[in-house]
Structures are given as C-alpha cells and as structure tokens.
C-alpha cells in the first residue's frame, strides 16, 4: 500500500517547540504590560489636552468678543452720532 503524500515531511510538535518557551512567554507577557501602561498614560494626557482646547477655545472666543465690542465702540464713536441715534438706525 503506497504512504500519502506529504507524511514523510510532517513535523512532529516537539520540533517546533522552542526550547525557551517559558522565556518568550514571560517576554511577550512583560512588553504587553508596558504597552498597556503606557497607553494608559497617553490616554490621560490626551484627555488633559481636550481640556485644555476646550479652555483655550472658550478664552479665545471670549477675546474675539471683547475685541469686537471695542470695534463697535470706536466706530460709535467715529461716526459722530449719539447712541439713540445708532439705536433708532438698527430698530427700524
């Protein structure tokens, strides 16, 4: 009876074993650790940097307004006019 093909070049499971097995374990084991820790810590600093845009955005837009009150102040007072005069323009 002929031998199917291919079983003369089987491996068997202890050839491909590495004999340190352990070591590689332990390895792999302790640099999923560290990344784990250090993906924890760059999770915390990038929940600190969307606080601190939110902040930054909020002063920036509080700026912006101020800014443009100071415009609307210094062209009020270009023009000439009183301010019920400038209130009657925009009411009508």
């Known amino acids: ?3 199917p ?5 089987k491996a ?4 491909n074993i590495p004999a340190n097995i ?3 374990i332990a390895s792999v ?4 650790e560290g990344l784990s820790a250090s993906l924890k810590d760059k999770k915390t600093e990038l ?5 601190d845009k939110i ?3 909020k002063l920036l837009a509080e700026q912006q ?5 100071l415009r609307i102040i210094e062209a009020v007072a270009a023009s000439g006019k009183s301010v019920e005069e400038i209130l009657q323009m925009l009411g009508n």
Not at 5 to 9: I, L
């Open 47 to 51: 929940k600190k940097l969307r606080k």
């Open 29 to 32: 084991t302790a640099e999923i």
């Open 1 to 3: 009876m002929p031998r």
């Open 55 to 57: 902040k930054a955005d």
């Open 22 to 24: 352990d070591e590689l």
């Open 12 to 15: 068997t499971m202890q050839e």
């Open 5 to 9: 093909k291919g079983s003369r070049n």
């Open 65 to 69: 307004a101020e800014a443009d009150k």
